[in-house]
């Protein structure tokens, strides 16, 4: 029997509660900007993160980190 058949597979990841983000846990998303609906993902070389809309096509738009500050929904 392979692993996938018995539910016990290593890469096996828990669903998160209630529909949050799954990326908000990962160190690449800063978890203040995607809480308002966008991308948050953060270019780690520089800093600078994407303000664009959460799951946008493309490629990310990489703004200052205070550019990014204060963010609403």
Do not use: Y
Not at 11 to 27: A, M, V, W
Not at 36 to 65: K, M
Request: net charge negative; proline share 8%.
């Amino acid at each position: 029997m392979n692993s996938h058949e018995n539910g016990t597979s290593e890469s096996f990841h828990p669903q998160p509660h209630s529909g949050e983000r799954p990326d908000l846990r990962s160190l690449h998303v800063r978890e203040d900007v995607a809480r308002t609906g966008r991308c948050g993902n953060v270019h780690l070389a520089t800093g600078r993160t994407c303000i664009l809309p959460e799951r946008h096509q493309g490629s990310c738009d990489f703004v200052g980190p205070d550019d990014a500050k204060g963010l609403l929904p």
